[in-house]
């Protein structure tokens, strides 16, 4: 190996946190998954482990295999056959929890909705009989452009009822990375609001779809919810209002057997190439995957109350919002608008009013809560909150005490999830019964995952040592592809390490054989011969008490071919 070699085998650990927090005996002795075999019994058969997972699930027919792996090509259950909307909302009611809670949504000037598991599906039927009136079917694509009201959740099951995938695109996405993306899906239909508020103010959704319907030949119509009631243009014959539409229609609709394969959404991720990536995920994988993780990385009882402070317009949202606590039959908490509105107390004050138990949000939340000081907390009662989580990037061990410490009274366990748009649902977190935290780290795969840190070769790298993150069996989750593109699907995914799945981030272990990331790969900065990662460089600066927020990136220098440039 030449020394140049040498230097891209790996990437430098800079870092060491040596604080633990193992978990409470209450919590060993109570949780959700408690049997440390649960690992061995999971990498001795992933198959046999999947397979009796998914009896979780109801089928209406079960499955023949329950994987064809042609790399990189997953099946998952095949000849199976099973609907998400009656996973998510029937199955429940049927069992005689129509009254509970599916979801305290709570609007940003202050409105409030209490929506019941009965209440939901009823407000699904209507949806998808309303699409099916307008000419809707199995196979189509339907295209969501909304804020975060308990429309938007319901259009998506609608979709998943009737068979058609859906494509939701974040509201705060321009109408061109709109038309971009109805375009690629070849979307009929696209629903959307008049606008939703964001600090206070109506921004516009209908407008941007205005634009972008210009150039989008697929759409028939536009499926308009008054939400703000600003002033909007609906054109003739192919815009319609909601409440129009879809309070006339009947609250019953026969859900689609669909099978195991069938496409279930796309999601679209920008590439470092201007087309954005559809990345294509079907229907029992993934509801198995993100069901039986929100399981068993909150530790799910039933009388919690639940809330992940994401967007659904990221999969954070599509997985932890929607499909993954209604298949648990969870009670969540859904908030339309920002942290800081009417100030920064807002959260806690949610917190305090529905008695949140679990919350799960961005380590940048969690960064600017700290900025601004723990005294908005303090002024409220968190004290039923029970656990803890992150998603996103990887937080910051000053940021993981912080939140240790204000929002969970030193006794919540902190699970930090990695995972992305393209695994579907979690991959390395913590088991809140089982495993011994550390600031800052993922710490393992969870059960049925196998991952490894390898270097530029493909080999594993020893402990203590750092490299490029890689995944070596495939998941019920995974992403099937890129929506019409099985080539790049490829290229992008799988052949940097062939035969193994690479998300593109570094990702470092210490010598517990506890997992760091480090961000993406393409944040890896080479310094005289040192390959640094960003994100070790941003916690060391984060970690002085006068720091709130760094961001570190590489530029070039004469003498070291890369220098660290710091924004702190």
Request: glycine share 8%; with cysteine; charged share 25%.
């Amino acid at each position: 190996m030449s020394g140049h070699d040498q230097e891209e085998a790996t990437i430098d650990a800079l870092l060491a946190e040596h604080r633990t927090f193992p978990p409470s005996e209450e919590m060993r002795a109570h949780a959700v998954i408690n049997d440390p075999t649960i690992y061995e019994r999971a990498s001795a058969d992933i198959e046999a482990f999947w397979a009796e997972e998914a009896k979780s699930l109801d089928w209406y027919k079960p499955w023949d295999t329950v994987l064809e792996w042609d790399p990189p090509f997953a099946k998952w259950f095949s000849g199976g056959q099973i609907n998400v909307s009656y996973n998510c909302l029937d199955r429940h009611v049927a069992a005689g929890r129509g009254d509970r809670v599916a979801y305290y949504w709570e609007g940003e000037p202050g409105d409030r909705k209490t929506i019941t598991y009965q209440q939901l599906l009823d407000d699904v039927c209507k949806a998808s009989n309303a699409l099916k009136e307008l000419g809707v079917k199995r196979g189509d694509r339907v295209a969501i452009y909304m804020p975060m009201i308990p429309e938007l959740p319901v259009a998506m099951l609608a979709c998943t009822r009737i068979g058609a995938a859906h494509t939701v695109v974040f509201g705060g996405f321009s109408s061109e990375s709109l038309s971009d993306r109805i375009n690629d899906a070849e979307a009929k239909i696209v629903i959307t609001a008049d606008g939703g508020f964001r600090r206070g103010a109506a921004s516009g959704l209908k407008v941007n779809v205005d634009t972008a319907l210009q150039t989008t030949p697929s759409i028939e119509h536009a499926i308009v919810v008054k939400r703000t009631g600003q002033d909007v243009s609906m054109a003739e014959g192919r815009d319609i209002w909601w409440h129009d539409l879809v309070d006339r229609q009947d609250t019953a609709c026969e859900p689609e057997r669909m099978e195991s394969e069938d496409l279930l959404y796309l999601l679209y991720t920008s590439g470092t190439t201007a087309k954005p990536k559809g990345i294509v995920h079907t229907t029992a994988g993934y509801l198995l995957g993100v069901s039986a993780t929100h399981r068993w990385v909150f530790d799910l009882k039933d009388d919690d109350i639940y809330w992940a402070a994401a967007d659904i317009g990221w999969v954070t949202g599509h997985s932890y919002i929607v499909y993954g606590p209604l298949a648990n039959c969870t009670t969540s908490v859904m908030y339309e608008g920002t942290p800081d509105y009417p100030s920064w107390e807002r959260w806690w004050d949610i917190i305090e009013r529905y008695k949140v138990t679990i919350l799960y949000c961005a380590p940048t939340a969690i960064r600017s809560h700290m900025k601004q000081g723990p005294q908005y907390a303090q002024k409220h009662d968190l004290s039923s909150l029970r656990l803890l989580g992150t998603v996103g990037e990887p937080i910051n061990p000053e940021a993981w005490m912080w939140y240790h410490r204000y929002i969970g009274r030193e006794e919540c366990p902190i699970v930090d999830t990695w995972w992305q748009t393209e695994t579907g649902g979690m991959m390395i977190s913590p088991l809140p019964g089982l495993t011994t935290t550390k600031p800052g780290s993922a710490t393992f795969p969870l059960p049925g995952i196998e991952a490894d840190v390898v270097d530029s070769n493909g080999e594993s790298v020893p402990l203590g040592q750092g490299g490029y993150l890689v995944i070596k069996k495939p998941w019920p989750s995974m992403l099937r592809g890129i929506y019409g593109d099985p080539e790049r699907y490829q290229a992008t995914y799988w052949s940097r390490f062939p035969g193994m799945y690479f998300p593109g981030d570094g990702c470092k272990r210490d010598e517990d054989g506890y997992y760091w990331l480090l961000g993406r790969v393409d944040d890896v900065m080479n310094v005289s011969g040192h390959r640094l990662s960003t994100t070790e460089i941003e916690s060391a600066l984060v970690a002085h008490e006068a720091v709130a927020e760094a961001a570190v990136g590489g530029q070039p220098h004469n003498d070291t071919g890369e220098g660290i440039f710091a924004l702190v």
